[in-house]
């Protein structure tokens, strides 16, 4: 695939690795896959999640541990050329999502303001799906700008806990030695 400003990318593709574009293949241009056009976060390419007059998302699943609790950290951009100075996404999983938003005033294309964001939840299934969807409901053009979304699991509190003890009795044992 060659990719140079965008690749306007249609309901159901799988163009982006691990990815899958919402929406119906009978729309042409769901989401746009950044390349030159604007500056990612990090690499060379992002997504914008309005396609033309469209607001649209992607989604993955992975796996996951039942009762698990997780973190996704991403980063949050708009893109700058028109619509609404504010840019809202909604992330969901595992039944949980929340609502982000961006504002694109004084951005420009080569500096876009990205912002890292984290979303959490706890896994209630083997598999989990991971969506991203723009909130755009007029003139959906011109959308919220993601990019670099990490998944990871995170400790329990009780594991910290006991990271802390564990720290705690080995500096007791190390300066009880230091005084023999």
């Known amino acids: 695939m060659s990719l140079t400003n965008y690749l306007a990318l249609p309901g159901d593709s799988t163009a982006i690795t691990g990815w899958t574009v919402g929406g119906s293949s009978s729309n042409t241009n769901v989401i746009d896959y950044i390349g030159s056009y604007w500056t990612a976060q990090d690499g060379s390419r992002s997504i914008d999640l309005d396609g033309f007059n469209t607001a649209g998302s992607i989604f993955q699943a992975f796996d996951t541990a039942i009762g698990q609790a997780y973190r996704v950290d991403f980063w949050l951009a708009g893109n700058p050329d028109s619509g609404a100075a504010v840019k809202s996404v909604q992330v969901a999983a595992a039944g949980t999502s929340a609502d982000y938003s961006f ?41 919220p700008a993601i990019d670099n979304v990490s998944v990871t699991a995170v400790p329990e509190a009780s594991t910290y806990a006991m990271l802390l003890a564990g720290l705690g009795l080995m500096g007791f044992l190390g300066r009880r030695r230091m005084r023999t």
């Open 103 to 143: 504002d694109t005033t004084g951005r420009t294309k080569s500096a876009m303001g990205w912002v890292m964001e984290s979303f959490s939840f706890i896994a209630s299934a083997t598999s989990t799906t991971l969506s991203f969807t723009s909130l755009c409901t007029t003139g959906c053009s011109w959308g």
